[in-house]
């Protein structure tokens, strides 16, 4: 298994240190860990591995699924590696010996990625299998479902795209989302779908995992809340790639942060609307000020949702 350097990450590595000013921050300015109580008690493992109970079962029901169908994850990163080492790791496909009313599905080593996105989520499919890449144009950077499905193979396990769009910032409207949806389960594929800006939007539109057992969302607590540092995040879908995703897990970080997960408990809580309206209320300010920017030079850019856009 071969993978390429991540540009992004090796550019940031040189240079992020060293800037008086950083522009190319990609979430929401971090919160103080003042705001949060810091003390989890004993620093041990998060037991079950996969996150608490009861903190699964209160984000499954974001999405309408379990707490079975959630597993805690280091990061927005790390969920998507595991999601696609299981869905992309043989060609088998994921179901099979899973249980209940699931037949296998992506069944097949290839994907779909809408581009452009972000690296990861087309390197790593890469290293597992193989990528055909449906391009978004300028300056629209509208969705195709047409593309979506000429770019489906039999051997094609899962369409991946991001919602709200990194670099481009276009948050693609519900009817496409559902319209490359209906393509994936009609092809026997899931549907990935990172929506780490998601809640930076101010009027979110529902998740992908919500839309069936072919839907599979993936996000953190890194983006629209401010909470880098927790490295906290999540896949929700069908139980057989959860399960299958936990079986990787233990070979990557065995469990969540313990310190991240009580933090995490209190920002998913009675804190959450408060941060979430602070973040969104300074995105659309920082957005404001770029965008008087952009018009004032003759450039132009799609409108975009969260803290990201594509000036061209």
């Known amino acids: 298994m071969r993978i390429d350097p991540f540009g992004l990450e090796r550019w940031f590595a040189e240079h992020e240190h060293e800037a008086d000013i950083m522009l190319a921050e ?14 989890p008690g004993r620093l041990d493992y998060v037991i079950p591995t996969n996150g608490d109970p009861d903190l699964r ?4 029901d974001r999405y309408g699924r379990s707490a079975d169908e959630v597993l805690v994850t280091c990061g927005t990163q790390e969920a998507n ?33 809408v581009t452009p996105t972000y690296q990861a989520l087309h390197a790593v499919p890469e290293a597992f299998g193989e990528v055909t890449r ?16 000429d770019a489906v193979r039999e051997d094609t396990a899962v369409v991946v795209v991001n919602n709200p769009n990194n670099p481009t910032g276009r948050y693609h409207d519900e009817d496409a989302m559902r ?7 009609e092809n026997g594929a899931y549907l990935l779908c990172d929506e780490v800006y998601r809640l930076l939007a101010e009027d979110p539109q529902p998740p992908v995992a919500s839309y069936g057992r072919h839907g599979i969302s993936t996000t953190s607590l890194t983006k629209a809340y401010g909470l ?7 896949i929700a879908g069908p139980e057989p790639v959860v399960e299958r995703a936990w079986q990787w897990k233990d070979y990557t970080t065995i469990s969540p942060s313990i310190f991240g ?14 941060i ?30 969260g803290v990201n856009g594509f000036v061209t």
Request: proline share 3%; no cysteine; aromatic share 8%.
């Open 261 to 274: 997960q009580h933090v995490a408990e209190q920002a998913l809580g009675r804190r959450e609307d408060r």
């Open 81 to 113: 590696f595991l999601a696609f080492a299981s869905l992309l790791g043989d060609e088998a496909g994921v179901g099979e010996g899973g249980g209940g009313d699931y037949d296998p599905i992506g069944t097949g080593t290839h994907a779909v990625v």
């Open 179 to 185: 319209a490359i949806y209906d393509v994936a389960v």
């Open 228 to 234: 880098a540092g927790l490295r906290f995040g999540w």
């Open 276 to 305: 979430l309206s602070e973040n969104r209320e300074l995105a659309e300010t920082t957005r404001d000020v770029v965008a008087a920017w952009v018009a004032d030079r003759g450039l132009d850019w799609y409108d975009p949702v």
């Open 57 to 60: 079962a209160s984000v499954g």
């Open 134 to 149: 449906v391009e978004l144009e300028p300056p629209a950077w509208e969705l195709s479902a047409d593309a979506v499905a």
């Open 26 to 39: 990609s979430g929401i300015r971090s919160l103080d860990a003042s705001r949060f109580d810091l003390d």
